[in-house]
């Protein structure tokens, strides 16, 4: 029954959580549960770009959390910061994309939305500075193009004039912003637990292939 355990605390948050959406009454059950584009009578296409960029937020996401345990578990306090303050960074921004809070929030509080932005480049500068000597080893220019389309993105949001083309043009520089995030945690994910990997394998310092490596007591 070990193996269970972690899906039975999942599955009893889940029930958890679940069951106080039946239970309150502020908004409707159907808001709550139906896919957005069902719900609204849109077509399945509805907010392709956007999902997109959702699913890049989340690689980003889970790769730098994975490159923090792998880290964790040699000893790599440098990196192990460096990718677990990225994992949480890419997660808040996941959470952001998904649920509009750079718009919610600041009109809740009554602030403009530009003030959210401000919080994200503060918390990205911090990040950066902290980490610079180990984010200095991985993929960076990956980091600067993401740096550099998300301004642009920030600078079309600006226009004085809405349009379609205004839109067009801010959405695609920020997927194409989200896409090289994504990238840079992928890939440079990958150099490190690649780099554990061969300082841990005892014999020729290359990756075993073809045949399952065996278990090396430490």
């Known amino acids: 029954m070990r193996p269970l355990a972690p899906l039975a605390a999942a599955w009893s948050a889940g029930a958890t959580l679940l069951f106080f959406l039946r239970w309150q009454s502020a908004i409707s059950t159907e808001q709550l549960?139906?896919?957005?584009?069902?719900?609204?009578?849109l077509p399945w296409y509805s907010g392709f770009v956007s999902n997109l960029g959702i699913l890049g937020w989340g690689m980003?996401?889970?790769?730098?959390?994975?490159a923090y345990w792998a880290c964790r578990q040699v000893g790599r306090t440098r990196a192990q910061e460096a990718f677990g303050a990225g994992a949480l960074l890419s997660s808040l921004l996941l959470l952001d994309d998904l649920f509009q809070l750079h718009i919610v929030v600041p009109t809740y509080l009554g602030l403009p939305k530009?003030?959210?932005?401000?919080?994200?480049?503060?918390?990205t500068v911090v990040w950066l500075a902290s980490n610079w000597v180990e984010l200095s080893r991985t993929r960076w220019q990956l980091l600067s193009a993401s740096a550099l389309v998300f301004s642009l993105s920030l600078v079309a949001d600006q226009l004085v004039y809405p349009s379609s083309q205004q839109l067009l043009l801010e959405d695609s520089l920020k997927f194409?912003?989200?896409?090289a995030w994504a990238q840079y945690f992928v890939l440079s994910s990958t150099d490190t637990v690649r780099s554990i990997i061969?300082?841990?394998w005892p014999y020729s310092g290359q990756i075993p292939t073809g045949e399952l490596a065996p278990v090396v007591a430490k």
């Open 198 to 200: 061969e300082q841990s």
């Open 114 to 123: 530009a003030s959210f932005y401000g919080l994200y480049g503060v918390a």
């Open 176 to 179: 194409l912003g989200i896409v």
């Open 33 to 41: 549960v139906l896919d957005p584009n069902s719900y609204h009578r």
């Open 60 to 66: 980003a996401a889970m790769s730098a959390g994975f």
